[in-house]
């Protein structure tokens, strides 16, 4: 690797507590909390000693806080990064998701990267939030490794990035719950994806 390169290890967070199957991005719902060796299993394919880092939502940082306990750490230097958090869905949040998509296909859209919840933001401008801290802290962690513990849209923000400003293409990625994405930073605007979506076994 490049010695300025940054890797970026993107694990989404755990699933949520959401019977009603509702929409949700910056609602702060809480976790199923997996079992430890759930836990264990996905520590063990993540890179040893990283920089670690999760949005603002508290489901990232108690899926980090899993990862953590199965590693036998009690305390970490964790780095807190707001424009990583999930899409906001505005007017949509905490409703059906079911009642959303049947306005959604009532109306001819597909829920494509430009599409604006009412009161929300549409996923271009996601994508756009995640690149700019993606860079920003690639540059100032050029040569290390880390961590960040997100959301699948923030993930799939990284991956537009990746590809040179590509949202609409990076919404056809599957980030399932405690799966892991690799993107290295190289440097400038260039970008490497090693793998996307890998669940630990």
Same mark, same amino acid.
């Given at each position: 690797?490049?010695?300025?390169?940054?890797?970026?290890?993107?694990?989404?967070?755990?699933?949520?507590?959401?019977?009603?199957?509702?929409?949700?991005?910056?609602?702060?719902?809480?976790?199923?909390? =997996? =079992?430890?060796?759930?836990?264990?299993?996905?520590?063990?394919?993540?890179?040893? *000693? =990283?920089?670690?880092?999760?949005?603002?939502l @508290?489901?990232?940082?108690?899926?980090?806080?899993?990862?953590?306990?199965?590693?036998?750490?009690?305390?970490?230097?964790?780095?807190?990064?707001?424009r990583?958090?999930?899409? *906001?869905?505005g007017?949509?949040?905490?409703?059906? @998701?079911?009642?959303?998509?049947?306005?959604?296909?009532?109306?001819?859209? @597909?829920?494509?990267?430009?599409?604006? =919840?009412?009161?929300?933001?549409?996923? +271009?401008?996601?994508?756009?939030?995640?690149?700019?801290?993606?860079?920003?802290?690639?540059?100032?962690?050029?040569?290390?490794t880390?961590?960040?513990?997100?959301h699948?849209? @923030?993930?799939?923000?990284?991956?537009?990035?990746?590809?040179?400003?590509?949202p609409?293409?990076?919404? +056809?990625?599957?980030?399932e719950?405690?799966?892991?994405?690799?993107?290295?930073?190289?440097?400038?605007? +260039?970008?490497?994806? *090693?793998?996307?979506?890998?669940?630990?076994?």
């Open positions: 690797m490049n010695a300025q390169a940054t890797e970026w290890w993107l694990v989404r967070h755990a699933p949520t507590i959401n019977p009603d199957k509702a929409v949700y991005g910056v609602l702060d719902f809480d976790i199923h909390m =997996p =079992p430890p060796e759930t836990f264990e299993a996905l520590s063990s394919i993540l890179p040893e *000693n =990283p920089v670690w880092m999760v949005s603002h @508290s489901r990232t940082r108690k899926t980090l806080d899993g990862i953590l306990a199965a590693r036998g750490h009690d305390t970490a230097k964790i780095h807190v990064e707001e990583f958090g999930e899409q *906001n869905f007017d949509w949040e905490g409703r059906p @998701s079911a009642d959303v998509w049947a306005e959604i296909r009532e109306a001819d859209k @597909s829920w494509p990267a430009d599409i604006r =919840p009412p009161g929300g933001e549409t996923f +271009s401008e996601v994508a756009g939030r995640v690149q700019e801290a993606a860079l920003y802290w690639s540059e100032r962690l050029a040569g290390r880390v961590v960040a513990v997100i699948a849209g @923030s993930i799939r923000g990284f991956l537009s990035a990746a590809m040179g400003g590509a609409a293409e990076a919404l +056809s990625y599957s980030v719950t405690l799966s892991v994405t690799r993107c290295d930073h190289l440097g400038l605007e +260039s970008w490497r994806v *090693n793998f996307v979506n890998r669940l630990a076994r």
